[in-house]
């Protein structure tokens, strides 16, 4: 469905019902329906309201700067909107960093988090200057430069294989992205602030999530994140690179279920 929030068009799949509002950000340059096997594997247990950022998806494109901060404040936004008062946050990656830039700018919105496959320090020299290559690929030929960029390291090499039908459905989700919302995604995520210290102040439960091959954020990451963020716990999901909960549902739904199982549905 769309709905109107502050005079813009925003799209977000919402399973309604009276569980534990679980709202859920997508990664880069993804949208909502990356969280397909969580809306329809979680109704049960929880209010799934899967979001499009703006640009992203079925959402208008943003009016103003684009950066994390705009992205977690549009997040609340959306929320207002819904009549969502406090709720569970997860995001996977780019969604993960909004996560924690709402947690630093909406705290008091706050029920839990899931931080799936994401980091909580910035980028480094290194990484800001693969971000300036990426914008001038993806300003000199789309989105689908991106997407065949980044699908070998999103999945395990069983799932990234030519013809598997994941490998297929991530490529048409990421090509499809407007060239102007990924360029300018990619410069709110050179940009976001470094949150390593402002995770040590979440006080809400937190669970932290990755895919055991995950080569864009490996491991060590969430295990770090776990470490630093006081009532959290960690799962690591063997058989998952980037996107656990695309590649093995079964088992992040699990947990995120377990870890729902705390929360009074309201
Ligand atoms: C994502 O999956 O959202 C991106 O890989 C995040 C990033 O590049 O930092």
Redesign the pocket.
């Known amino acids: 469905m769309r709905i109107e929030v502050n005079g813009r068009q925003v799209a977000c799949d919402d399973t309604g019902g009276a569980g534990v509002p679980l709202v859920l950000v997508h990664?880069?340059p993804l949208d909502r329906t990356v969280w397909a096997d969580q809306t329809s594997g979680l109704a049960d247990v929880a209010r799934v309201v899967a979001i499009d950022l703006p640009g992203f998806g079925g959402s208008d494109a943003p009016l103003g700067p684009v950066t994390v901060d705009a992205y977690a404040d549009h997040v609340r936004d959306t929320l207002d909107a819904l009549g969502l008062g406090t709720v569970v946050l997860g995001g996977v990656?780019?969604g993960g960093y909004v996560a924690m830039a709402f947690h630093r700018r909406h705290p008091a919105r706050l029920r839990g988090l899931v931080l799936v496959d994401t980091r909580a320090g910035a980028d480094s020299a290194e990484a800001k200057k693969a971000r300036d290559a990426a914008i001038a690929l993806a300003r000199a030929e789309g989105a689908g430069a991106i997407a065949a960029q980044m699908i070998g390291k999103l999945l395990t090499p069983a799932h990234a294989a030519e013809g598997d039908p994941l490998r297929t459905r991530l490529l048409a989700m990421m090509g499809a992205q407007p060239r102007e919302t990924v360029v300018a995604a990619l410069g709110a995520?050179r940009d976001r602030p470094d949150a390593s210290a402002s995770i040590r102040t979440i006080a809400v439960p937190t669970l932290v999530v990755s895919g055991a091959d995950d080569l864009?954020i490996p491991p060590t990451e969430a295990a770090a994140m776990h470490a630093a963020i006081p009532a959290s716990r960690l799962a690591i999901l063997p058989g998952a690179a980037?996107l656990p909960n695309v590649e093995t549902p079964g088992q992040f739904n699990a947990a995120v279920r377990s870890f729902l199982a705390a929360f009074p549905t309201r």
Request: proline residues 0%.
């Open positions: 990664g880069f990656s780019m995520l864009i980037h």
